[in-house]
């Protein structure tokens, strides 16, 4: 798959599908799992269905029907969130990696 | 419209190295997928910077990948990249990393097989070559010797 359609034009890849949702959203919305099912399988028919190298399918999802603002602001100005200082970004670390040496997930 | 990544990307990284972007003109390689989807071992990355428990994050130019176990749920499942908004799957996954909802897919038969494990990597990665000659060699040894016969990449 391709968040990025003029990216994905320009790499050339055997095959692709493109669903033209912000980054991070490419097989769906959170806690929305027909919509992700829905996505993947699309996705997944494409194996069958394109015979041409090169071929890039874009799947008919529309983020939001009432609004494209989106559009406007993905992957500009302020849109990545500031990185941590170091000494922040390793404490996050380790208790990210603590949370699972103690638990009992198995 | 779809959203012009590469100006934006250009002008959001103006005070790094410009970044040079693949440009491929040949016609791809090509493998026809010979049987139905639904009879065959499919294999799923993301390049979403998912990580599994404790797996180590992820550095700058970090060519490395984590190994994510086919039955890992949401609470066993962190995120770590800079380059994108990770709250949504941080929350679930599934919106960059649909591992759940491919899990539902091998049980009804909508796929062959489902591999373990799943893979991720972070793509925040300005060395193209680190890709190139690194990590994806790696990754397609690791499916040849599972006998994968679809590599379904997500990116985020």
Redesign the interface.
Known sequence: MTSALDITRSVNPPRAVFVNFPLGHQTGKPHQPDLQRQIVRDALRRFETIGKPGTIVELPYVWDAHDRQWEETDYTGNFLPPRPPQEDADLIEEERRARFASSNIK | ??????P??R??YSSYLPYR?????????????DK??AQ?K?AVMSS?GI?Y??Q??FHREDASYRMIPKNATQ??L?V?H?????V??E??H?????L???R??EAEG??GELADPAYSFMGGVYSARKIREELAPRIADELKRAHVE?F?????
């Not at chain 2, 419209?1 to 590469?6: G, K, T």
């Not at chain 2, 972007?21 to 997928?33: G, I, S």
């Not at chain 2, 599934?94 to 649909?98: A, G, H, Q, S, Y």
Request: glycine share 4%; net charge negative; with cysteine.
């Open positions: 419209m779809p959203v012009e990544y590469i934006r990307t002008e959001l972007w693949a440009v491929n003109q040949d016609t791809p390689p090509w493998t026809p997928l139905p989807i065959s499919l979403g990580l428990r404790d180590p994050r609470n066993e962190s770590w800079f380059g994108y908004r990770t949504d799957a929350a679930d599934n919106c960059v990393f649909p759940a909802r491919l539902e897919l909508a796929i679809a379904y990449l997500v990116p985020a």
